[in-house]
């Protein structure tokens, strides 16, 4: 068979002030006609580059040595005017973060419009019409409507449809996706790469899925190239990669990554149920946010927390998982008084925390702590991270001596994994992984009871996400920590979490164990997203059929979308008491609640 | 937006106010009056004239009767030039201030837009490092030295253009003043242009917009120049009020029969009147110039529009 595109030898590098880069260091790969090739590897892989290299989209200070055919074509010597030629129209992509990958200024159908000037010479109602067909063709909900609005109207989902059906517009040979739904919830997640499969298979454009995801490629692949450090690792048709990986990084990858559907890596004794007055008790907790739309307009409230009740006990942790708008965030921050709290009562060993002085509310924060999700920005840039781990031991041990500080911070340095000699480096001469441990050092430095991870580990590689994890159990096992655990990631979630509590546009929808969350979820919110998460299994996802439940993750600004698994309620109701209700929770014995919602057969979707 | 405009200019009424009651009481407190020439008036026709010009009363009640009057619309008689009104001298120099600023507002915009793009797509070359050393020149030079500078060069020593004056009002009498005006506007403005720029051609969009194969025109001109504009936008402001103040030395410089040479003799002859009109005028068209940089940030930026 003819390869599509071949890639020879290929050398990128980066000239960066510290010397020359090699991102890339002889890489070989190709793509077939109509396939999807799944390029995997970790951060630093160079699996971005190698085709980014081919649409010649490198930064400035990149170079990339070699050869890359297409169609008989040199792509890597090809005068920029011919290569514009193929870009956009032979050959497209697709990128990670569809906000900021749309033009902000332009409306949706002036950005889709100017590639069919460019390529085809279309304009006028002719190019519209086919804006609005591709539009369609990517199910975009009110497709016309959308070719007249602005990507800041649009949620993340709805943009990248609009990326997508942007770069098909052509009908490219090859669309090259780099992490494209990475940044997207695992709903969304699901219904892009059904898009995504469904134009491979009506229109036969080949595909290279460039992701550090297994459950993707395993749900969208034909084969895989699997690269590290710029350098090529292995590659195989996806099923014998999954089975039987040839090499120990490929198989590093395949084990760290946690599956929904195999028992948990290591199952420590589960904390018996929580006691009332115990801990952590979390009480109708609200949090509102007054927005305010046009300058006369009436101002609408936001309800980020609707409501929320939950018991810790010591030594447990609570896994909050959630879609982005879900409000998981928001109950982590008011918990801990980041933020001001509406309504409701968190009493913290029995005494009421919102009701804190000052000096008193400092007290409690030695044992109240928070992790938080993008390690590097969440540490002060112009701190060295021994001072940034030692801050703590400033405020609340000032009678230790300089020396006896530093004595701790090496100790707790050592404690997480981090070589002493480092106490002296800055943020930005870390990784991810290592940044992230000092965040957690620093959380941890005065031996706190709760520790809250916003989102901890989600920026992070799975192989460092796997690692940090373990950190946090082998810390909560030797200082006895509770753990509130947030992450819109279940599988994460579910290996670390007693118990999980899963929101939706800032209430309840189902707390239980996390087993019995996983085997026997109840409520059709969680089976969707427990549907929608991809298993690292390529047979395994070929025979798995995902949830689609009607209506999409709606704002929290519309009262009635928390009637959305209600619609027999919602029905019965006038609008004002549809504001008003919420979905009770209900006790189905053993610990498990789960709000009330009508059958799921009323909720899936026709097909 | 109409509503966003009219509670823009509410918000400004008290600035203004503010700005009014300073001038007023500053200008009172400098020594010396309107009537203090080198010869002392005979005393009978100064307590006529203080009379006549409410310079008697108490200062509280002078502040009343003027403010009295501004909220009317009359900004009072000049004090030093008797057959005139303020707002009928303001009336004569304005068509000059506003010809004279207004061209040099849209001077260093363009070129200054324009040495920012070329600055930015020609990163490090020499048109780029060229363009830098004579933005420092613009920077550094004070507008009073750069003023005789051109004047030697262009008006003497070559003799293309008159040395000052305004003429018959065409073209070549404003050459000169208007590259002096604008010179250091430019300077500032493509400085601005260029960072914005290189930071929005390195954004992700731009990299979606090269990946759709589009040329560099296109790219540069429908998807980076709009969001590299804001820097810009931001400084053109205050880019207005250093432009009226400046226009105050340039006017005198080159002879121009601007409102800045009444003013400026105004404040030297204590005409309280005459200045605290100009000052008046000077701040309402400077808030009027904000407010149209505002309604244009809604242009560049639909999200702002959103809000």
Request: aromatic share 6%; hydrophobic share 45%.
């Amino acid at each position: 068979m003819t390869k599509l595109l071949s890639v020879h030898d290929l050398h990128v590098d980066f000239a960066t002030e510290d010397g020359t880069v090699n991102a890339v260091r002889g890489i070989n790969c190709y793509v077939n006609p109509g396939e999807c090739l799944g390029v995997v590897g970790e951060s630093g892989s160079g699996k971005s580059q190698t085709f980014l290299a081919a649409m010649n989209l490198l930064s400035n200070n990149g170079s990339a040595r070699g050869e890359i055919n297409f169609k008989g074509q040199n792509l890597l010597d090809l005068p920029l005017k011919k290569l514009n030629k193929i870009r956009g129209s032979s050959i497209s992509m697709i990128f990670q973060d569809p906000l900021t990958s749309l033009t902000p200024h332009m409306r949706v159908v002036d950005q889709m419009r100017e590639v069919l000037k460019f390529h085809q010479k279309l304009s006028g109602a002719e190019a519209d019409k086919k804006c609005l067909e591709w539009l369609e063709r990517v199910h975009i909900p009110e497709a016309k409507r959308r070719l007249r609005q602005y990507p800041f109207e649009l949620s993340g989902g709805m943009r990248q449809r609009v990326m997508i059906a942007m770069a098909m517009l052509c009908n490219p040979d090859l669309l090259i996706a780099d992490e494209p739904t990475t940044a997207l919830d695992v709903t969304i997640q699901a219904e892009i790469l059904d898009i995504m499969d469904e134009l491979r298979r009506e229109q036969g454009t080949a595909i290279v899925m460039i992701t550090h995801d297994m459950g993707v490629v395993a749900r969208m692949c034909d084969r895989i190239q699997v690269m590290r450090y710029g350098e090529y690792v292995e590659e195989g048709a996806v099923d014998d990669i999954f089975s039987n990986p040839q090499t120990e990084y490929t198989r590093m990858l395949l084990d760290a990554m946690p599956r929904i559907d195999k028992p948990r890596l290591e199952r420590k004794q589960p904390v018996t149920a929580p006691s009332k007055d115990s801990f952590l008790n979390v009480d109708s907790l609200k949090v509102e946010f007054d927005i305010f739309n046009g300058l006369f307009a009436r101002k609408n409230v936001l309800k980020a927390v609707d409501g929320i009740s939950f018991d810790l006990a010591k030594g447990e942790t609570l896994g909050v998982v959630g879609e982005s708008g879900s409000g998981k965030s928001t109950l982590a921050r008011a918990i801990l008084r980041l933020l001001p709290v509406a309504s409701g009562e968190v009493s913290w060993l029995g005494a009421d925390l919102m009701g804190m002085g000052k000096n008193q509310m400092k007290d409690a924060r030695q044992d109240l702590q928070i992790v938080f999700q993008d390690p590097m920005a969440s540490l002060n840039p112009s701190m060295t991270i021994g001072s940034s781990i030692m801050e703590p031991l400033r405020i609340f041990a000032p009678h230790l001596s300089k020396e006896e500080r530093r004595q701790k911070v090496e100790a707790m340095m050592d404690r997480v994994g981090l070589p002493k000699s480092m106490i002296n480096r800055y943020p930005h001469e870390l990784s991810g992984g290592q940044n992230q441990r000092v965040g957690i050092a620093r959380a941890v430095i005065l031996s706190p009871k709760l520790v809250i991870c916003d989102e901890a580990v989600s920026a992070l590689d799975v192989s460092i996400q796997a690692q940090i994890i373990d950190l946090l159990r082998d810390l909560q096992k030797d200082m006895g920590l509770s753990l509130i655990f947030i992450s819109h990631d279940l599988s994460v979630v579910r290996e670390i979490s007693d118990r999980i509590l899963v929101m939706y546009l800032g209430n309840v929808v189902e707390l239980a164990t996390s087993d019995a969350l996983f085997e026997a979820p109840q409520h059709p919110y969680t089976k969707q997203l427990i549907s929608a998460v991809p298993i690292p299994d390529p047979v395994v996802e070929r025979t798995r059929k995902r949830l689609k439940l009607k209506g999409e993750l709606s704002s929290p600004l519309d009262s009635a979308a928390r009637l959305r698994f209600m619609p027999s309620k919602s029905e019965s109701l006038s609008a004002a008491q549809k504001s008003d209700y919420r979905p009770k929770l209900i006790d189905q014995g053993d610990n498990h609640f789960v709000a009330e919602h009508d059958p799921i057969e009323m909720l899936l979707v026709d097909e | 937006m109409l509503t966003y405009a009219f509670k823009r200019t509410l918000t400004a009424l008290p600035v203004l106010w503010i700005a009014i009651t300073v001038c007023f009481f500053v200008l009172r407190l400098a020594p010396g009056g309107p009537f203090d020439g080198e010869r002392p008036m005979p005393a009978g026709i100064k307590a006529n004239l203080d009379a006549h010009y409410n310079l008697d009363k108490p200062l509280i009640q002078q502040y009343a009767i003027y403010i009295g009057d501004v909220l009317q619309g009359d900004l009072g008689p000049s004090f030093t030039t008797e057959d005139f009104s303020v707002a009928e001298q303001i009336s004569i120099g304005l068509p000059y201030t506003l010809i004279l600023g207004g061209a040099a507002f849209v001077v260093s915009i363009v070129f200054g837009v324009l040495a920012g793009i070329i600055g930015a797509l020609k990163r490090n070359s020499w048109s780029d490092h060229t363009l830098a050393a004579l933005v420092l020149l613009g920077l550094v030079i004070p507008n009073f030295l750069m003023a005789p500078i051109l004047q030697l060069l262009f008006g003497i020593e070559l003799a293309w253009l008159p040395v000052g004056g305004w003429g018959d009002g065409s073209l070549r009498y404003l050459v000169l003043p208007v590259a002096v005006l604008s010179f250091p506007h430019i300077a500032r403005i493509s400085r601005l242009m260029r960072g914005a720029m290189i930071e929005v051609l390195a954004s992700n969009f731009i990299r979606t917009a090269r990946s759709k194969g589009l040329g560099s025109t296109p790219i540069v001109m429908r998807h980076a120049l709009r969001p590299s504009l804001m820097p810009v936008m931001s400084y053109l402001g205050p880019a207005a009020g250093y432009l009226l103040t400046g226009s105050l030395v340039v006017e005198q410089i080159f002879g121009l029969p601007g409102i800045g040479r009444y003013f400026i003799n105004a404040a030297l002859n204590r005409d309280y009147g005459m200045v605290l009109g100009t000052v008046i005028f000077y701040m309402v068209i400077i808030l009027i110039l904000n407010l149209i940089v505002d309604l244009l940030y809604a242009w560049l930026d639909p999200r702002v529009r959103a809000q």
